[in-house]
């Protein structure tokens, strides 16, 4: 009897867990089998493979730079998340290994910006940005987020697991607390570097509101950007906003995939 009970308590697990990966799954299945239809197909609520394709990739890219903008992209995100992990590791670093007085006063004050919301900071830090003149700038975007209090926080707690006892011996051996960081630190807590890159690389490219305010030029518009401006024109060409979508949507996937079992050692606090 036991047998049976834990035979249909499995088979109810597989079943919600493929419940639940459906429904992960389908909204993806969706865009790419969209991307091969028409807007009138898509309308109606089509769900099966069109003619379309070709008419769809042809129209995106008569209608979009896609160099450009993908260029623009890639340029945001990969300059943005090497400049906020280099900052964000380093103050992660500095507030677990360095003591003094004021160390866990300034972290809080770090942590209640997270408690402030987007949209309380939004005009001042457009003004900020019109004063500087970065208005219309890639640097406009990367700036406020060079700092991300979250990524600091995370990197603080993953510095926590890190040996002691090798800091103790590099300082025994004369090196100084930068080459600590760079030749000891680094390589150790490469899987927590690797996980932050997957949170932060997404964080850039899938940034709307921000980008949405500062940039107002064709030119250094981004991905994200012109997707949405697609889809919201007043009659909409759907099987091109798909076409659109995947395409914003491909290089999150890989950067995933590819470092997935980083991205899980990461944040499961793995030290190597």
Same mark, same amino acid.
């Given at each position: 009897? +036991? ?5 249909? !308590? ?7 867990? /493929?419940?639940?990966?459906? %429904? ?15 807007? =009138? ?17 042809? +129209? ?31 103050? /992660? ?25 987007? =949209? ?81 690389? &997404? ?18 518009? !981004? ?9 919201? =024109?007043?009659?909409?060409?759907? /099987?091109?906003? &798909? %076409? /659109? ?28």
């Amino acid at each position: 009897m +036991t047998r049976y009970i834990r035979l249909a !308590t499995g088979s109810l697990q597989y079943i919600l867990l /493929g419940l639940a990966a459906f %429904i992960s799954v389908f909204p993806f299945i969706w865009m790419v089998i969209s991307a091969t239809n028409t807007t =009138a197909d898509i309308i109606i609520g089509k769900v099966s493979f069109g003619h379309a394709l070709l008419t769809n990739i042809q +129209t995106f890219m008569t209608q979009v730079d896609v160099p450009l903008i993908m260029w623009n992209s890639i340029k945001i995100a990969g300059v943005g998340t090497v400049l906020t992990l280099a900052v964000t590791s380093l103050a /992660g670093y500095g507030f677990e290994i360095f003591r003094s007085k004021l160390r866990d006063k300034v972290y809080a004050v770090v942590l209640l910006t997270l408690m402030v919301p987007f =949209a309380a900071i939004m005009i001042p830090l457009f003004m900020m940005m019109a004063k500087a003149g970065l208005i219309d700038t890639h640097i406009a975007i990367i700036l406020p987020t060079i700092a991300w209090a979250f990524v600091i926080f995370y990197f603080r707690q993953a510095t926590k697991a890190f040996p002691s006892e090798l800091r103790d011996a590099a300082k025994v051996d004369g090196l100084k607390e930068w080459q600590i960081f760079l030749y000891i630190y680094f390589p150790v807590m490469r899987s927590t570097y690797a996980a932050a890159f997957v949170i932060v690389f &997404m964080l850039y490219w899938n940034n709307y509101l921000w980008p949405l305010i500062v940039l107002q030029s064709n030119e250094t518009k !981004t991905i994200t950007l012109v997707v949405s401006s697609l889809a919201s =024109a007043y009659y909409p060409d759907y /099987g091109t906003v &798909m %076409i /659109g979508t995947i395409l914003a949507t491909l290089p999150t996937l890989f950067i995933f995939f590819a470092m997935q079992r980083q991205f899980v050692e990461g944040m499961l606090g793995s030290v190597k």
